[in-house]
């Protein structure tokens, strides 16, 4: 057993700390680490011990059945932030029951904790931008464009090959990302562009 399966072993009792399943002589529990997804970096306790059936569930493999998520009714009280975190994006995600927005309406959690849960939800499908090479593009990186773009109602072309730096992504669309080329602000179809190393 991993140091950090010793320490959430005993921080949690050796119970589930989502549903408080817990090992009995009728039934074997397998708990194990759960890493919470979309986490801050400045944050030092980012896991969360829980079983098999909560894991598969968090995590796709299973579908999600909602009366098991009834139990966040006591573990949402919990004092560990990533528990926190977890609960009530289950219960967000729950939200079409009914009761899970007031257990929402409910829970206490501090700024960053809250900022931390919600940064996570997806509302949705993921917009996930990618360039002409399937790469993931993320707000800040740097391209080049690989075609000659004829700019609408700024009266240039942007030649292929010139460099695109801290561009931003278009949040509704994947297809589109935004940048500064020429000195001039300008939207750009990701079929065109090329992500390049931040050092380029």
Known sequence: MSDLSKQLEERSGNTCELCAATDTLEVQVHLEVY??????KNVKDTTVF????????LE???EVDPNHWRALNDSMWS???????????????????????DLMDMMYMEDDTKQWAEDGIQRGAKIIHKDVN??????GDSIV?????DVKGANFIAKRGTPV?????????????????????IVILTEYVKKTPKSE
């Open 50 to 57: 829980a079983c098999e059936t909560c894991r598969k569930q």
């Open 35 to 40: 890493e919470v997804p979309d986490s801050p």
């Open 145 to 149: 464009l690989i075609k000659d773009l």
């Open 79 to 101: 004092s560990v932030p990533a528990v926190q975190v977890v609960a009530y994006r289950m219960l967000d995600q729950l939200r079409a029951e009914g009761w899970p927005v």
């Open 60 to 62: 796709g493999e299973t």
């Open 134 to 139: 399937g790469n993931i593009l993320q707000k």
């Open 165 to 185: 730096r801290n561009i931003t992504l278009v949040h509704d669309n994947a297809a589109q990302i935004e940048g500064r080329a020429n000195g001039i602000y």
